[in-house]
Nanobody, 120 residues
């Protein structure tokens, strides 16, 4: 059993920064990849960033490339999404997710989401 708990969202002015955190607990050794998604009201959920469990081979959506960065604190079993140069269009609920692969089980786990609001 793996649980993801998100934090770090909030209200920030355009051009500002936030760091989102996703703390993982449980059988974290089973996590193979991690990803961040976001969803604005009336829009579909879209992938923002993705990497391996160690933070290698990261990939980013074109809309955030060069501004967002994914990383992980292995000691605390927490992954981060650094949001820089935020724009109003970045306003959305951000979700972390993990793909688990252990034994005979393979599935995705999602966090509850954290609100990011960028004022203009």
């Amino acid at each position: 059993h793996v649980q993801l708990v998100e934090s770090g969202g909030g209200l920030v002015q355009a051009g500002g920064s936030l760091r989102l955190a996703c703390a993982a607990s449980g059988e974290t050794v089973c996590i193979s990849t991690v990803a961040w998604y976001r969803q604005a009201p009336g829009e579909e959920r879209a992938m923002v960033a993705r990497s391996t469990n160690t933070g290698s081979n990261p990939s980013y959506a074109d809309s955030v490339k060069g501004r967002f960065s994914i990383s992980r604190d292995r000691t605390r079993m927490t992954m981060y999404l650094q949001l820089d140069d935020l724009k109003p269009e970045d306003t959305a609920v951000y979700y972390c997710s993990a793909h688990l692969l252990c034994y005979d089980r393979e599935y995705d786990v999602w966090g509850q989401g954290t609100q990011v609001t960028v004022s203009s």
